[in-house]
């Protein structure tokens, strides 16, 4: 959930308006853990842990530090209300934050401030902002509601400095996240109806061959799985959704 060049890609459109209108209504609710968006709160933890080590392996910095962003920028694209941005701006980073919904961006500018934050929020399409120079671009379960994924993978390797690092997260389209993340989820109503649509996923193999022909190299994926004691944690069981990185090949 979301937590939105080369020549040819930067006047692509990659949202999609009714995925676009969707996030929106959920804007004002976004930050209630209790919310219709507390799925999202329960994964935050378990992406930042990801995310966390995935930056002091490629930075090298000391896993014991408060600040392994410091005097780095980094873009959130699908920012949702900013529940990626601000962990991220806590790690020291210049943080910028794109969504296509400015319901999303109006409510994630006023919880930033309201916490004290300085984090540089825009609607938009990421291919069509000229965005460029991000130490660090994420963007956690937006993939599946794009219009476009090779232009918008383009778009993020676009956004990218030299030497970054990128990490995205996405349901996997099995058997296993049909029925648990489309019919379970949404008709318990875990999650929003209408939210995932099975047929966009991405299976790990398919993102590997968008990051390849953006000149990208994948890193090995790490599942993001569920379990009645655990709940949702890091595993190599890569069936509902995974979290990987990226790097310029």
């Given amino acids: 959930m979301s937590n939105a060049t080369s020549a040819h890609t930067m006047g692509q459109k990659t949202i999609r308006a009714d995925e676009a209108a969707h996030f929106g209504k959920l804007a004002a609710d976004w930050w209630n853990p209790k919310g219709s968006s507390a799925m999202l709160h329960k994964l ?8 966390r080590e995935a930056i002091d392996s490629h930075f090298g910095t000391d896993s014991r530090g408060v600040k392994p962003l410091a005097g780095k920028r980094a873009l959130d694209v699908g920012c949702g209300a900013g529940l990626l941005c601000e962990p991220l701006a806590r790690l020291g980073a210049e943080v910028s934050g794109v969504d296509a919904a400015f319901e999303n961006i109006a409510a994630a500018q006023a919880h930033a401030a309201g916490s004290g934050l300085m984090i540089d929020y825009q609607c938009g399409d990421v ?10 671009v994420t963007s956690m379960e937006v993939i599946e509601h794009v219009a476009d994924k090779a232009s918008f993978v383009a778009a993020l390797e676009a956004a990218l400095a030299d030497g970054g690092l990128m990490i995205l997260s996405t349901p ?3 058997t296993q996240s049909r029925l648990l993340l489309v019919e379970g989820a949404e008709a318990l109503g875990m999650v929003p109806r209408g939210t995932h ?8 193999i398919e993102l590997h061959d968008l990051l390849d022909a953006a000149g990208l190299k994948m890193g090995n994926p790490m599942g993001i799985a569920w379990g009645p004691s655990r709940g949702l944690h890091l595993s190599d069981n890569l069936a509902l959704n995974y979290i990987v990185t990226a790097t310029r090949a």
């Fill in 44 to 51: 935050n933890p378990v992406r930042l842990g990801f995310i």
């Fill in 197 to 204: 649509h099975w047929d966009d996923f991405i299976t790990p």
């Fill in 127 to 136: 291919g069509q902002l000229g965005l460029a120079g991000f130490d660090l």
């Fill in 172 to 174: 996997n389209r099995t």
